[in-house]
Every structure is written in C-alpha cells, then in structure tokens.
C-alpha cells in the first residue's frame, strides 16, 4: 500500500496540497495521553465544518451546476467532500469512494469525461429563475474568464429549494482544464467575502485491452468560520476481467484543532461484487492521544484491532446488519466515553449499519 502523501485529493490535488497540509509533523515524538472526550470533539469537528448555510446553500445548487456546465466539472461537483467523510448512518469513507467509482466507472461512459466548460458559458454569472425553478444565464459581471459562476441563496433545509423571495448569500466560482487523458476543475465557495470551500478536482485514466485504471484526486479544505479542514483525497479504481479493486488514501487534517488528524489506507478487492474484501489502516492522531484501527472485512463481516498511543485498547466485530461490536482488551466493556470516541473515528470508514452496502449496488 503506498505511502499517505500531501500531494493531491481532499481527498487530492493542489487544493489539498497547496491549500492544505504541510508537513507530516514530528511523528517521533511522543503522543498525547488519550483523552476520549477530546478525540470525540475533534471528530465534530471535521463533520461541522462542512455545515455551514454557506454549504448547505451549494449542495442545493450542486446537481444544476453539473448538469450546467457537464464533463470535468460535474464530475468535480460529484467529488465534492461531504459528510460521508465523517459521519455514520449510511455514509463512510467507503461509501464515499463507491459513489466516485460509479460516477467514473458505469459502463455506459467512456473512460473520463475530460470536456472543459463549453466555450460559449465562459465568464457567464448564472442566476436562479423562480418563474422556471431553474438557474439561467444572466448578464451580470464578475465571473471568471475561464469558468463560471453561479450565485447562491438561502436554501430550505428540507426542500433544499431556494427561498422565495431569493435572498443570495454568496456564490461559487468553477474552474476546469483538460487534457487527452485527464481533466481538473477548481470549485471555490464564498459568501459575506468568505471562502467556506476550497478545492480542486484531478482524474487521470489509462485504458490497455485488459485494465482500466482511473485515479480520482481532491484536495483541498472547508471550514465553517470556526473549524478548518483541510483534505488530500485519492481514490484508485482497477477494472480489469476479474473484477474491480478500489485503493482509498485518505488525509484530513483540522489545523484549528491542534493539528488534529485523520490518516485513512484502505484496498477494497471484488468492489460491486458479492464477496468484496476490505483492509484498512485508520489513524487519528491529534492533542488527545493516537488511536489506529487496523483489520480486514469481508461481505459477511470483518475484525478490527485498536491501539491507542500504541498498545491494545481494544477489538472491534462486524457483521453486516448489526452494529459494530466494540470489547475492551481485557475482554470488558468500555467505558461510554471511550467507545462513543472509538465509534467516532471507525464510523470515518464503516458506514454505520449497512457495512457493505455501496460495495454490494451494482455499478449504474
């Protein structure tokens, strides 16, 4: 499995490197004694900062933009960091990667939707139409001369509609360049003169007569006002006649929360298939400890071990439809404390009661 790098997604590209990470720090020196209170606190806080109005408001526009504009950037859009990257539920890492490999690997598609902005959008500011419920070209200035933007306003929380009246909050701003063999988009969020997001998008493919590979970088950062993250998120997809392997590669770090971060590997074999297999290597390491959760899974369920500042702390048992099983090293229960932060950090990957479920849909 190769090594975690600052170079490219989020998830991945300059965004997250440029924009975000920095050094590895001083891994030699020693850790924090573990405070599973504060650990549970920094994990809030990755799933925070990608709450603001701000975000919510470019969710709502998102699938308008993609069908907008079409090739790289709808694919950038549908890279966008969520809080799959930190929630439990129906979400994870996992579930995240999964989205990407259907989004860039249905079989009905070619190998990368590499087409730029088409020419005549270029420095187009779109606007919402309340008589067509739809946004539209407007005659407004300030986009980008090789993008486009589109304003955004205050959404329902539930319709995910904007309100009417409009009240506009911000907008965002879409970027895209391609080659051959590749395609990037920068996707830039910014109300009240804010920038809440921050981020580009890279594929690269190759295609031979038995493999396909396509690497999906993100990288960059999000914040509310209050927590940043930032990511460097790459996803590898592996076609080829017996089947498709997915490699995740995975940093965030929260710099507002003392260097808080989360560092996730994992190679998932026969993804879509009926008998995948997953390994995983997880560490979230920050001011309140280290804990690394290490092991492998199958569709019927899977073992994890935990270490925390390095020593066993704990095992973790999963069988798909049930919670996840969390015992102490010493074969006891865990204190509330503790496994609601254990439970915190292995909901990054799991995807809450349904273990397997993005790996089990077929690609569509």
């Known amino acids: 499995m190769r090594v975690l790098h600052s170079a490219n997604h989020l998830v991945a590209a300059a965004a997250l490197a440029a924009l975000a990470l920095g050094c590895r720090g001083d891994t030699t020196a020693p850790d924090a004694p573990f405070d599973p209170a504060g650990t549970s606190s920094d994990m809030s806080a990755i799933g925070a900062s990608l709450e603001s109005p701000a975000m919510l408001s470019f969710t709502a526009a998102s699938s308008e933009i993609a069908a907008t504009t079409g090739g ?3 694919m950038a859009l549908r890279a966008a960091p969520t809080l799959a990257l930190a929630t439990g539920g129906k979400f994870g890492a996992t579930a995240y990667a999964a989205t990407l490999a259907r989004s860039y690997a249905a079989p009905d598609r070619p190998l990368l939707a590499v087409s730029g902005i088409p020419s005549e959008l270029l420095g ?4 919402y139409d309340t008589a067509e419920d739809h946004y539209a070209p407007s005659n407004l200035t300030g986009a980008p001369s090789n993008g486009v933007r589109f304003l955004l306003y205050a959404v329902n929380p539930a319709s ?3 309100i009417e009246p409009l009240v506009e909050v911000g907008y965002v701003d879409v970027i895209t360049t391609e080659t051959s063999t590749s395609g990037s988009a920068n996707v830039v969020v910014v109300s ?3 920038t809440y997001l921050d981020y580009t998008a890279q594929y690269t493919g190759q295609a031979t007569s038995t493999t396909t ?8 950062y999000v914040t509310n006002g209050d927590d ?4 460097d998120l790459d996803t590898r997809l592996t076609s080829t006649s017996s089947g498709i392997d997915l490699g995740l590669d995975y940093v965030l ?3 507002t929360r003392g260097g808080f971060r989360i560092e996730l590997e994992s190679t998932i074999t026969g993804a879509f298939s009926g008998s995948p297999s997953t390994t995983l290597d997880l560490t979230a390491r920050g001011p309140h400890g280290t804990v690394n959760i290490r092991g492998t899974a199958t569709n019927e369920g899977g073992s994890f071990e ?3 500042n390095g020593d066993l702390f704990a095992t973790i048992e999963v069988t798909t439809g049930a919670d996840p099983v969390f015992t102490g090293a010493d074969g006891q229960p865990l204190a509330d404390a503790e496994l609601e932060a254990l439970r915190d950090v292995f909901h990054l990957f799991e995807g809450g009661l349904d273990f397997f479920e993005g790996m089990l849909d077929p690609l569509s």
């Open 72 to 74: 790289a950037a709808a």
């Open 124 to 127: 187009i500011t779109f606007v």
């Open 160 to 162: 995910g509609l904007p």
């Open 192 to 194: 009240g003169g804010v």
């Open 213 to 220: 590979t396509i690497n999906v970088g993100v990288s960059g």
């Open 228 to 231: 940043r993250v930032n990511f």
């Open 253 to 255: 770090t929260v710099p």
């Open 306 to 308: 935990v270490r925390v």
